[in-house]
Nanobody, 118 residues
Framework: QVQLVESGGGLVQAGGSLRLECAASGSIHSINTMGWYRQAPGEQRELVAIITSGGSTNYGDSVKGRFTISRDNAKNTVYLQMNSLKPEDTAVYYC????????????WGQGTQVTVSS
């Protein structure tokens, strides 16, 4: 049973920082792309950042220059360093991964709340 477990969300003031972590566990053969998406109340889920197994990254326009995605392939873990947070970054952040266990499939975590106060 594959699970993606996020941690690191919380409440922070505008201008502050948070670091999210997502660990994939279970019988995992390999992982391709991992990433973060977010969904604010009444809004559609949107891309925050993704990273391939080779380290190539892609960011949503609203977070470029403020957020950094990274991963530790040995630990099956992806991180999101969020700096200069704004109230509009408030959302539930979801981890996502394309992994083989034993078949290739896309998985989602349960989500972690990030709230930025003004």
């Amino acid at each position: 049973q594959v699970q993606l477990v996020e941690s690191g969300g919380g409440l922070v003031q505008a201008g502050g920082s948070l670091r999210l972590e997502c660990a994939a566990s279970g019988s995992i053969h390999s992982i391709n792309t991992m990433g973060w998406y977010r969904q604010a109340p009444g809004e559609q889920r949107e891309l925050v950042a993704i990273i391939t197994s080779g380290g190539s990254t892609n960011y949503g326009d609203s977070v470029k220059g403020r957020f950094t995605i990274s991963r530790d392939n040995a630990k099956n873990t992806v991180y999101l360093q969020m700096n200069s947070l704004k109230p509009e970054d408030t959302a539930v952040y979801y981890c996502n991964a394309d992994l083989r266990s034993p078949w290739w499939r896309n998985y989602w975590g349960q989500g972690t709340q990030v709230t930025v106060s003004s």
